[in-house]
C-alpha cells in the first residue's frame, strides 16, 4: 500500500488524477491521506510514501511554514519508509535534507529534456538516458555543499534550465530508498515506468521491509 500525501485535490499543476491512473494501471495499492490520522500510522501495510505536486503552497526556507505539518507528520510515523517526492515533493525533501531552492516567480511549464543517470539502476532501470519529462513548478531545488555532505545525489539533469544552463533535477536523498523528482513521471504513458520502478525496487522489494 502506498499513502499519498497531500491537502489537495485534483488539478492540472498537481497532477493527482495522473499519479492515481498510473497507479491503477498497474493495480498498486494505494491511499489517499489529506490530514494528520492517529488510525493511518498504527496501519502495519503501508509500505510506502509519495509526496506529490501542489498548486498552493509553496516552500519557504527561512520561514515557519504550519501548513507542511502534514508532510512531517508522516516521515516522523514512518521514518524507514521509501519515500518519493514529486514537484512539491522533491522541493520539500530537498530542504527537509538540507538544501534550498532557487526561487522564480513563474511557472516552468512543458516536456523538457532531461538526462537520467542510468548507474542509479534501481530507479532507472530500463530507461533512455535522454527522455522529455513533463514540468510544472516554480522555484528549482539546489543541493548545498552540507546536503551533499550528508549524502544526497543527483541522479537527473535538465539540459536547458529557464537560465540556458544545466541543472539537477532528481535526487537520492538516502541510498535506495528516498527520491524527488522535479518532473511528473507519472503524467505520460511513456515515462510511468520510473514511478514503477520507484514501486517495484524501493516499495515492493523484500529488502523495504
Same mark, same amino acid.
Given at each position: 500500500?502506498? %499513502?499519498?500525501?497531500?491537502?489537495?485535490?485534483?488539478?492540472?499543476?498537481?497532477?493527482?488524477?495522473?499519479?492515481?491512473?498510473?497507479? =491503477? +494501471?498497474?493495480?498498486?495499492?494505494?491511499? &489517499?491521506?489529506?490530514?494528520?490520522?492517529?488510525?493511518?500510522?498504527? *496501519?502495519?501495510?503501508?509500505?510506502?510514501?509519495i509526496?506529490?505536486?501542489?498548486?498552493?503552497? $509553496? &516552500?519557504?526556507?527561512?520561514?515557519?511554514?504550519?501548513?507542511?505539518?502534514?508532510?512531517?507528520?508522516? %516521515?516522523?510515523?514512518?521514518?524507514k519508509?521509501?519515500? %518519493?517526492?514529486?514537484?512539491?515533493?522533491?522541493?520539500?525533501?530537498?530542504?527537509?535534507?538540507?538544501?534550498?531552492?532557487?526561487?522564480? =516567480?513563474?511557472?516552468?511549464?512543458?516536456?523538457?529534456?532531461?538526462?537520467? #543517470?542510468?548507474?542509479r #539502476?534501481? &530507479?532507472?532501470?530500463?530507461?533512455?538516458?535522454?527522455?522529455? %519529462?513533463?514540468?510544472?513548478?516554480?522555484?528549482?531545488?539546489? &543541493?548545498?555543499?552540507?546536503?551533499?555532505?550528508?549524502g544526497? *545525489?543527483?541522479i537527473?539533469?535538465?539540459?536547458?534550465?529557464?537560465?540556458? *544552463?544545466?541543472? +539537477?533535477?532528481?535526487?537520492?536523498?538516502?541510498? #535506495?530508498?528516498?527520491?524527488?523528482?522535479?518532473?511528473?513521471?507519472?503524467?505520460?504513458?511513456?515515462? $510511468?515506468?520510473?514511478?514503477?520502478?520507484?514501486? #517495484?525496487?524501493?516499495?515492493? =522489494?523484500? =529488502?523495504?521491509?
Open positions: 500500500m502506498l %499513502l499519498i500525501v497531500t491537502r489537495e485535490f485534483p488539478d492540472p499543476v498537481n497532477n493527482l488524477n495522473k499519479l492515481v491512473k498510473a497507479l =491503477s +494501471a498497474r493495480n498498486i495499492p494505494y491511499k &489517499i491521506t489529506r490530514k494528520c490520522d492517529p488510525q493511518i500510522i498504527r *496501519r502495519t501495510d503501508i509500505r510506502g510514501i509526496i506529490p505536486g501542489t498548486n498552493k503552497n $509553496r &516552500i519557504l526556507p527561512n520561514e515557519i511554514q504550519p501548513e507542511l505539518d502534514l508532510e512531517l507528520y508522516y %516521515l516522523h510515523h514512518f521514518p519508509l521509501p519515500v %518519493l517526492g514529486l514537484c512539491h515533493g522533491c522541493q520539500f525533501l530537498t530542504v527537509y535534507y538540507g538544501g534550498g531552492l532557487l526561487k522564480h =516567480s513563474s511557472f516552468w511549464v512543458g516536456n523538457k529534456d532531461a538526462e537520467l #543517470d542510468l548507474t #539502476d534501481k &530507479i532507472f532501470h530500463g530507461e533512455e538516458p535522454l527522455q522529455k %519529462l513533463h514540468v510544472h513548478f516554480h522555484d528549482l531545488p539546489v &543541493i548545498t555543499p552540507a546536503a551533499k555532505k550528508g544526497v *545525489r543527483e537527473a539533469w535538465f539540459r536547458e534550465f529557464r537560465d540556458g *544552463r544545466r541543472h +539537477a533535477c532528481a535526487f537520492e536523498f538516502e541510498k #535506495d530508498r528516498v527520491y524527488g523528482f522535479m518532473f511528473h513521471p507519472e503524467a505520460k504513458k511513456e515515462t $510511468r515506468g520510473i514511478l514503477y520502478n520507484f514501486y #517495484d525496487n524501493a516499495v515492493a =522489494s523484500p =529488502s523495504s521491509s
